[in-house]
């Protein structure tokens, strides 16, 4: 009988902390115009310092998107290089935005590492 009960605990204990990993993650989300984004950063080509990033659901909030996007590309550029310094090619502040089924794609390269 203890066994079960051990048993039991630790399963309520896993599921308790799992819960709790969840709503760190969650918490640790940043919301851009009141919408929580989920942008994507990748490597264009072969040149590291050149990336897309792209933001589904831009459709939500087109500023929060903008914003989201400038937000990955600085944390892409800070985790590749070790700087925030980037010049864009289309950036969050174009006019001519590049939105396709709904998601914004911006591109850019990290500069002066």
Request: glycine letters at 12%; charged letters at 25%; a negative charge.
């Amino acid at each position: 009988m203890r066994f079960s009960h051990i048993i039991g605990g630790a399963l309520i204990a896993a599921l308790l902390a799992g819960c709790g990993i969840t709503d760190r993650a969650r918490a640790n989300r940043v919301a851009f115009d009141g919408v929580e984004f989920r942008p994507r950063s990748q490597q264009v080509g072969e040149a590291r310092e050149e990336f897309a990033i792209t933001v589904p659901r831009a459709g939500q909030s087109l500023v929060g998107a903008r914003a989201a996007g400038a937000h990955e590309a600085t944390r892409y550029c800070i985790e590749n290089f070790g700087r925030s310094d980037l010049e864009w090619e289309i950036g969050p502040e174009d006019e001519e935005l590049l939105i396709e089924n709904g998601t914004l794609t911006l591109r850019g390269r990290c500069d002066g590492w």
